[in-house]
Nanobody, 127 residues
Framework: QVQLVETGGGLVQPGGALRLACLVS????????AAWFRQTPGKEREFVAA????????WHADSVRGRFTISRDNAKNTLYLQMNSLKPEDTAVYYC????????????????????WGQGTQVTVSS
């Protein structure tokens, strides 16, 4: 069974940076899709970014494009989210997710398309 564990969350001032990591264990996929979502109390889970392999297609949500970067380290079996120029509205619990399939672009932002989820890590952007 696949396990995902997020790390790297914390408190940061506006304009600061954090790098989240998601270690995937249990098995590896020769092809698939991984993504980051975020959620705040009272809100629906929001898509942040996704990456697909082996073709390496990437999609960032409009709200984070140009500030966040999703990446994957195959050797370490780890998914990353580099978060720069953080804003207070980025405050949320961030979750990593994975699918054993290569999701088409139109399904990447759909949380229901993912089979495996981490426990989440809190990111707080505040002065």
């Amino acid at each position: 069974q696949v396990q995902l564990v997020e790390t790297g969350g914390g408190l940061v001032q506006p304009g600061g940076a954090l790098r989240l990591a998601c270690l995937v264990s249990g098995r590896t996929f020769s092809s698939g899709t991984a993504a980051w979502f975020r959620q705040t109390p009272g809100k629906e889970r929001e898509f942040v970014a996704a990456i697909r392999w082996p073709d390496k297609a990437i999609w960032h949500a409009d709200s984070v494009r140009g500030r966040f970067t999703i990446s994957r380290d195959n050797a370490k079996n780890t998914l990353y989210l580099q978060m720069n120029s953080l804003k207070p509205e980025d405050t949320a619990v961030y979750y990593c997710a994975a699918s054993s399939g290569r999701l088409i672009m139109s399904r990447m932002p759909d949380s229901n398309a993912y089979d495996y989820w981490g426990q989440g890590t809190q990111v707080t952007v505040s002065s």
